[in-house]
């Protein structure tokens, strides 16, 4: 007997992978993600999962349970393709001066969400902490990722301060800065008034930027 057609994607939850995806290879879940189809979402054998890993493209898969707390996803067809390497490449960076717990999850979900594809955490004179709880940001990244249709996670450099990074910034990539002052001109027309490349945006401290970093 054939197997059933499977539902809409609307329908299915996206799920961010660490293996490779190819047609019908077995991909197992670690507990977690299982836990989470299983008990969470509550999807049953056969039930379709949308899986994208940031290299093989988006796949539609059919969950495979394995008992209550064990699970595998069998992919079955591609949905989309995969952005080039230039593509990936080109997408903006967000610099931001390290902040309160709240707020910095809330700028790397949001951001995520809007197709940031590097955060750089800094400390700036200003600032109002010194530490960044990375491995909890990644997670962040990854869920908004998976809510929003990408097929990209956003990577994140190691924190730094803001006075290196100038040092070092690359020739190849634009900065914006978010100017407190309202002197300079929109960003937008900043942006679109050059010749297109990269660009990263610098969001300073509640404080503003310093004159001296």
Known sequence: M???PMPPTYRAPRLFVEGALSAGARLDLPPEQARYLLTVMRRTSG??????????VSWLTRLAPEGRKQAALIPERLLRPQPTDAEM??????????????ATVLVVEKATELGCGRFVPVRAQRSNTERVNQPRLERIAIEAAEQSERLTVPTFAPLQSLEALLDAW???????????????????????ARTPRP??????????IAPDV
């Open 170 to 192: 690359p020739d190849d990539r634009m900065l914006v800065v978010g100017d407190e002052s309202g002197m300079a001109p929109p960003a937008v027309e900043t942006l679109s």
């Open 47 to 56: 039930a379709p999962v949308v899986a994208f890993n940031g290299r093989d």
């Open 199 to 208: 660009f990263a945006f610098l969001d300073g401290p509640d404080g503003g």
């Open 2 to 4: 054939p197997d059933a």
């Open 89 to 102: 490449a080109a997408e903006p960076w967000l610099v931001f001066a390290t902040m309160k717990r709240q």
